[in-house]
């Protein structure tokens, strides 16, 4: 059973996780078997844990022990819980801890595409999306909007980036997803790949004719510049989502709501 350590010195280098080491360094590409990564909130925890992922430590604020905190403690095995009152945990960490609770967890092992793929019939790719806010609302409306996966390209930022996880609210946790390094392993897979790009041939998402298709995966590009012509070119079908008052596109997190929307299989 987890076991409450007060923290006596800042120092100790069992904080360091959550104090001093950059997300690069928890992420540990010399020794990925002892890669970590930091899930925040209770929530966000919690799903972790249901997705099997394995606990190392857990920072809180006193006062959550018993409060939003406690559900959590039976279900973290024999690992410490570290706390102080919050204007020390804020001291320490730099910031406002998000419901008050941190968990350092191990990095899961990562899939393949194929592995992501297989079974699937609605798949998001996202290229060089690289705001982590963007990244997990994207991956918040593909697990609700019944997407099968997400592919990222290699310029993708992380999906287990603190924040990303936090907006996510843990559903990268829930939907498989992969790095991808081009559009052939969907086809290959029997995929229709749907470059969402303002081009004058562009179909509507609307459009009735792509409800016919078993497996679409749709492109979505980056912040700035959207897809590359690369990608474009490389795709089946370009697509746009139909628009008023003179507006030609969406933050590409909002996009993507809309975009999982309407190709849901239905």
Known sequence: ???????????????????RLTENQLKNRLHPEDALFIAESPKVIGTALDAGLV?????????HIQGQAAALLDRLGDIPVYTADDGLLSKLTGYDLTRGVLCAMRRPAERTAAE???????????????DSTNLGAIFRSAAALGMDGVLLSPACCDPLLRRAV????????????????????LKQAGFVTLAMALQKDALSLDDPRLQAFD???????????????????????????????????????????????ALRKR
């Open 215 to 261: 497996k679409l995966a749709v492109v979505l590009g980056t912040e700035g510049d959207g897809l590359t012509k690369a990608t474009i070119e490389g795709c089946d079908h370009t697509v746009v989502i139909p628009m008023a008052h003179g507006v030609d596109s969406l933050n590409v997190g909002n996009a993507a709501a809309v975009a999982f929307w």
């Open 55 to 63: 606990p190392v430590s857990l920072l809180t604020e006193r006062r």
């Open 116 to 130: 992501v793929l297989k079974g699937a019939h609605r798949v998001a790719v996202l290229e060089n999306i690289v």
């Open 166 to 185: 936090r907006v996510s609210m843990g559903t990268v946790f829930q939907i498989p997803w992969a790095r991808l390094d081009s559009l052939d392993a």
């Open 1 to 19: 059973m987890a076991y409450i350590v007060e923290i006596q010195n800042f120092s100790d280098p069992a904080l360091d996780v959550y104090a």
